[in-house]
């Protein structure tokens, strides 16, 4: 079984505040998403990385960055933490095979104050 | 633009049928996949189906793919209250391998 796990599973940071969330794959999987899920919004898409240093920007990436320095780590960081980033993180990886279904973490729900 | 609709709610009573459905835009997206989120948790494949069926059924899950009105379903049949959660659809736009669109979400309550 696939498995994808999220080092926290609830957070709470001040404004300001350097947030790092960390998500590890354990199936060798070339893709790895972070996403942001919010009620009536569904999922959106933060950033995702296709390979090892690569890295592309997805719908809603602005306050956010990543690193993607080992294959089966992904990172989310939030330079500094803002009231409207308080929500649900989810990190998923998939194989790089077209139609491959994403696989994904628990998540992790933010609340910054 | 890219977008997947689907409603926010939808409550049935245990033992009946549910249909979720939902609405893309990208014709010729080739894949299409329904996924279930329970409380605290995050999303779990249910069953997908590529462009080219019509029809695909998975014990009590039936996907129905109407091409010309770009409408997929979800019909959960006998469905119990362990269904209880919120349910995902997603495509694969055309010339996309990475980027997955999502809807919204439909919450399904199952009432006892």
């Known amino acids: 079984d696939v498995k994808v796990t999220q080092s926290s599973r609830y957070l709470v940071k001040r404004t300001g505040e350097k947030v790092f969330l960390e998500c590890v794959q354990d199936?060798?999987?070339?893709?790895m998403f972070w996403y942001r899920q919010d009620p009536g919004l569904g999922l959106r898409l933060i950033y995702f990385?296709?390979?090892?240093?690569?890295?592309e920007k997805g719908d809603i990436p602005e306050g956010y960055s990543v690193s993607r320095e080992k294959k089966e780590r992904f990172s989310l960081i939030l330079e500094s933490a803002s009231t409207n980033q308080t929500s649900m993180y989810l990190c998923?990886?998939?194989?790089?095979?077209?139609?491959?279904?994403?696989?994904f973490g628990p998540g992790t729900r933010l609340l910054v104050l | 633009g890219e977008d997947v609709e689907q409603s926010l709610f939808l409550s049935v009573r245990e033992g009946d049928s549910s249909v979720i459905n939902c609405t893309y835009t990208?014709?010729?997206?080739?894949?299409l996949y329904w996924y279930k989120q329970e409380p605290g948790a995050g999303l779990q494949l249910l069953t997908y189906?590529?462009?080219?069926?019509d029809m695909k059924q998975d014990q009590r899950l039936t996907v129905l793919l109407n091409k010309k009105d770009k409408h997929l379903s979800l019909r959960i049949a006998d469905t119990q209250t362990g269904d209880s959660a919120i349910y995902f659809c997603?495509?694969?736009?055309?010339?996309?391998?990475?980027?997955?669109?999502f809807g919204t979400g439909t919450r399904l309550k199952v009432l006892a």
């Open positions: 189906i590529f462009s080219n069926m």
């Open positions: 990385s296709y390979d090892v240093k690569m890295k």
């Open positions: 998923a990886s998939r194989s790089g095979m077209r139609g491959e279904t994403q696989y």
């Open positions: 199936m060798d999987h070339e893709n």
């Open positions: 997603a495509e694969i736009p055309s010339g996309g391998t990475y980027k997955y669109i």
């Open positions: 990208d014709s010729s997206s080739t894949y």
